[in-house]
């Protein structure tokens, strides 16, 4: 889904912040790879392994590069759960409670900015 958000928006939407004390849509989206990239080799691992993310801010604003991430590190947390020895349950959980707060965070980004919604997340979240 947040693909599908990416996709609909322009490279200069995902720079963009809120006037309250605020990071940008990329920032978000920067913290949601980074998770599943990190998530996924805390699975193969069998334990946290700390936090890091493919993007860099050579990728700031580049909306491609960030559809591309995002479905690079869908991947891999897919990959790592198949091939998981261990229950992956439990990161799972922390990883899909992760994910759903910056969605929330998105949708205030979104509607604070005067973005359109892409129809999965009308009908996802009811908008």
Known sequence: ???????????????QSLEEPSNTIWDQLWC??????????AIEAGAWAGFSCSLSSHDRGSRI??????MSSRRAVITAVDSS?????????DLLLHETQHQGQLIRY?????????????????L
Do not use: C, H
Not at 32 to 41: H, L, N
Not at 85 to 93: I, R, S, V, Y
Not at 110 to 126: C, D, I
């Open 65 to 70: 590069r960030v559809i591309e991430a995002l």
């Open 1 to 15: 889904m947040t693909a599908d958000l990416v996709g609909g928006l322009s490279d200069g939407a995902i720079s």
């Open 110 to 126: 979104v509607y604070g900015l005067g973005l359109e919604f892409p129809q999965s997340w009308k009908e996802r979240w009811n």
């Open 85 to 93: 020895d261990d229950d992956p349950a439990p990161m799972m959980l």
């Open 32 to 41: 949601v790879v980074g998770a599943r990239e990190s998530y996924a080799r």
